[in-house]
Structures are given as C-alpha cells and as structure tokens.
C-alpha cells in the first residue's frame, strides 16, 4: 500500500483521532490503488458506524473514503471519454456526488462489497447530469457550470438540513446573489432532443457501443428487494413499535442516525446500537431454515 504510511505526527486532529483508535494514516488517500482501497474501505466504514456524526474524527473517516474510492468514479465516467475535457471534468464532479451518496447510505451489514453498491449511485448522478445538461438553445459556459455547482450545492445542504434548501440558503453556500442562483435554475430549462440511437462513443466499429438509450432513465433498485422484503415483513412485524418506527425513518425515509436520535430524545451511538441489535435479529431470522 504505497500510500499507506505508518502514522508519527498526524498533521490535524481527525487524523491523530483516527490513530488513537488504531485506523492507518493515509497520507494521499486519492492514490490508494482499487485493491488496497476494498480493504482499506472496510476497516474504515467499520470505524464510521461508532463516530459522532459532524466530530472532527467523523469527517476524517468520511472524506478518507471519499478520496480513497475516487478510482470509482473514474471508472464510472471512462464510458464517457469520448466527451471534451472540460466536459469530462464535469463528469468526475457529478459522479463524486454519487460517490457521496454512496459512502452516507453505505453499512457493512448489507454484505455487498461497497464497489457493487457505489456504482449504481455514481451512474446514476451521471445520467441525471446528461439528462439535466443538454442544452438546446446556446447557454453561457458560466450559466452551465453554475448549474453543476447548484446540483452539489442543494444535495449537501438537503443533506444537511433534511430537506430541500432555500434560494438563500443555496446562495450564502455558493457565494452568489439570489439572482444569480436563480438564472442558474432557469439556464437548465435548456434542453436538447437527440436521437436515442445516438452513439455516445467515437470509435468507429467498435463493438457494444454504447447509445443514448443505454445512459438515459434509471434502473430502481427498489425491484431487487421485492423478495427480500416480503421474507421480512413477518420478522419486522415481530418488533416492538419503536423498533419498526427506527426501521422505517432509517430505511424508508433514509434518516440520518442523528436526525433519528434527535427525534427519539436518545444520542446517535444509541440509534447505532439499537439498528444493529436489530439487524443481526432480522439477519438471524432470514438464515433461519424453520422460519417460513
């Protein structure tokens, strides 16, 4: 792991928290390498699910992830590259809030390895970054790269704030007038039509080439989990009232574990352990082979 070093004086007080708790120092996580990064990803989102959200060590962990597994996103966009550079660019950004999104919804108790569930979520800011992007009329070059900061800009503070943010709000983040984020909502309203065999790839005869057709609209995850979720609609309804009540802010309205605490009157280490109490109970009653 090149760069991965042993850890003497870390440099702030995330990382030397993050050493006090035996995590490895990555000098330069962006440079991590694919492989080192799976394994590297595991021991860290294991320390993430103990951490207060918004503590300094908190967002040492999380923003190690984030640049750890940047690789991701790169891959992701390699599909694109027949785009310009200054587009591509563009692509690597969106695809990062993907990423993000990712790495916030992400727990090791899915047992999925975190590559198979970030990509879709990575692709998935893409595709609404080309839906979203095509312009039909001619824009401003300004116009369309407030319209990428805007994106990253609402889907931090909705993070944030559990819920969509204000024109001020987004224009005291963004260091803009209110004018000027509102000419940035307005510049998306222009859209192009194109083909939906319109060829995405440059390369003449090259096989499988990917089409308009194959980027645009979005796969819903939800449809995998039909079964799933009809194995544990018996167990789930073995639990107490409080317990389906956490299950359902977490899972169904995608609740931060403080945003649930908060609303419960207990701490977020709290919520963590009560969610995973009750995870390794459901777990235990889908392997078990008399439960029908």
């Known amino acids: 792991m090149g760069a991965v070093t042993a850890a003497k004086a870390p440099a702030t007080a ?70 310009s550079n200054n587009e591509m660019e563009d692509i690597v950004q969106v695809g990062t809030i993907g990423l993000i999104k990712a790495i916030d919804r992400f727990e090791l108790t899915r047992q999925v390895e975190f590559t198979s569930f970030a990509v879709p979520y990575i692709v998935g800011e893409i595709k609404r970054f080309f839906r979203d992007t095509s312009w039909a009329v001619h824009v401003p070059r300004r116009l369309q790269e407030a319209r990428v900061e805007l994106a990253k800009a609402t889907e931090e503070l909705r993070s944030r704030l559990g819920r969509t ?71 789930i309804a073995q639990l107490d009232e409080r317990e389906r009540k956490i299950i359902h802010m977490r899972y169904v309205e995608e609740r931060t574990q403080a945003e649930i605490g908060e609303e419960l009157g207990v701490s977020q280490m709290h919520v963590s352990r009560l969610i995973s109490r009750m995870l390794r109970r459901l777990r235990a009653g889908l392997l078990d082979p008399a439960v029908a």
């Open 165 to 235: 943010p204000t024109t001020r709000e987004l224009s005291e983040l963004m260091c803009l007038t209110e004018e000027e984020v509102i000419e940035a909502r307005k510049a998306s309203n222009g859209y192009t039509s194109s083909s939906l065999d319109a060829a995405l790839s440059s390369d003449a005869g090259a096989e499988g080439e990917t089409v308009l057709a194959d980027v645009i609209g979005e796969d819903d995850p939800g449809l995998e989990l039909v079964d799933d979720l009809s194995s544990l609609a018996p167990l």
């Open 14 to 83: 995330g990382r030397r928290a993050a050493v006090e708790e035996s995590l490895p120092l990555i000098a330069e996580p962006s440079k991590v390498s694919p492989k080192d990064a799976r394994e590297l990803s595991r021991q860290f989102f294991d320390r993430l699910t103990s951490l207060e959200e918004g503590t300094h060590e908190f967002q040492y962990v999380r923003n190690t992830l984030i640049e750890m597994n940047l690789s991701l996103v790169r891959y992701a966009a390699a599909r694109f590259r027949s785009r």
